[in-house]
């Protein structure tokens, strides 16, 4: 079992960036895939983001492409999604999670049903 911690969610406004930090512990990290999710009030949650165990391979969803970006630092078991140019729809709760399969496939990635463990979820508001 892996523990995720996220942080750096807040209020911006339109056009801002933040940079959300997710924090790992337990018994491995650096070998899964880990994931980006977000849900926004009334909707169910999707995918944003996801990065492999050794960072080489990303994948994002069409609403991200170009404004964000994830990346990982093993050594410090943190991975983190840089958000820019943000827009009022990206208002959510966003979460990080762990597939310790090390899942690469996207059609399969972007499921949350995949994932074995998920973070409590950092809100980012984003006013226009």
């Known amino acids: 079992q892996v523990q995720l911690v996220e942080s750096g969610g807040g209020l911006v406004q339109a056009g801002g960036s933040l940079r959300l930090s997710c924090a790992a512990s337990?018994?491995?990290?650096?070998?899964?895939?880990m994931g980006w999710f977000r849900q926004a009030p009334g909707k169910e949650r999707e995918f944003v983001a996801a990065?492999?165990?050794?960072?080489?391979?990303?994948y994002y969803a069409d609403f991200v492409k170009g404004r964000f970006t994830i990346s990982r630092d093993n050594a410090k078991n943190t991975v983190y999604l840089q958000m820019n140019s943000l827009k009022p729809d990206d208002t959510a709760v966003y979460y990080c999670a762990a597939d310790r399969h090390g899942t690469v496939l996207y059609y399969l990635l972007i499921r949350p049903h995949i994932y074995d463990d998920w973070g409590q979820g950092t809100q980012v508001t984003v006013s226009s």
């Open positions: 990065i492999s165990w050794r960072g080489s391979s990303t």
């Open positions: 337990g018994r491995t990290f650096s070998s899964y895939t």
